[in-house]
């Protein structure tokens, strides 16, 4: 039986260090780009994809998702109050009537395959979305990543990896996979290795913030040792999920900014700005000018 995805993963527990002081307090998860914080534009890429349960597993410091992500009564009363109605309809937009919020503590940071297996209990035996927020992915002439990526997965029935070529000088940043192609753009993986020394990188093939597993990969992440930093890689429970299932890479059409980083971050939020229907104009006028001082 073929069965939709109707479930994301967001893992939330981080403590951003790369960012600090500013997620001293407030997660890394809530930093805006232009005027949305980073986990609501990955929000809305997994709802523009027919998910319609968000399932957050959070760390101590991150009750604000929560709170963004809840119905607020005082701000929606006092912008009716004032008829300001265009900003009231993008307020309550944020929280479409047919998604459901879940949130999950982690109760120790034990890594992404940890994170992924504290949703058990919610996603049960379906297929299900990984959403990592540091990863910010653009595209202007169609489908959202994870749109694509669904459109994958009703083809094949099996999981998927997002990928994208990196740079062969900064494989150790990443999970690596070796594939064999199935279709332009959709390979099998042969190989996944996390974060390779660029000398023993079977490719430059690397794994970005988007997934879709099947519900198979509870049993290997349960299964699965502590890997690199003491961790529990998901790459390592993929791996062993490989030698029972199909697993594929898919290079997702769209541009990737690594807002894990405060140089991709500054990227994004340029670009994004340079983007955006109200503002871009008069911001280009700027970077011009600022270009030229």
Known sequence: MNQKIRKAVFPVAGLGTRFLPATKAS??????????????????????????????????????????????????????TRGKTEILKMVQEMM??????????????????????????????????????????????????????VEQYNKHQCSILGVERVNPRETDKYGIVKTKEVSPAVGQVETIIEKPAPEHAPSNLGVVGRYILTPAIFDKIEHTQRGAGGEIQLTDAIAALMSDEQVLAYEFEGKRYD??????????TVEFGLMHEELKGDFLDYLKNLALD
């Open 96 to 149: 479409p009537p047919n998604v459901s919020f879940v949130f999950i503590r982690q109760p120790e940071a034990l890594g992404l395959g940890h994170a992924v297996l504290c949703a058990k209990s919610v996603v049960g035996d379906e297929p299900f979305a990984v959403i990592l927020a540091d990863d910010l992915i653009a595209n202007r002439n169609g489908d959202g990543c994870m749109s694509q990526m």
């Open 27 to 80: 997660p890394k998860e809530m930093l805006p780009v232009v005027d949305k914080p980073l986990i609501q534009y990955c929000v809305e890429e997994a709802v523009a994809a027919g998910i319609d349960t968000i399932i957050f597993i959070t760390g101590r410091t991150k009750n604000v998702i929560m709170d963004h992500f809840d119905k607020a009564y005082e701000l929606e009363n006092e912008l009716t």
């Open 259 to 268: 807002c894990g980083s405060k140089l991709g971050y500054l990227q994004a």
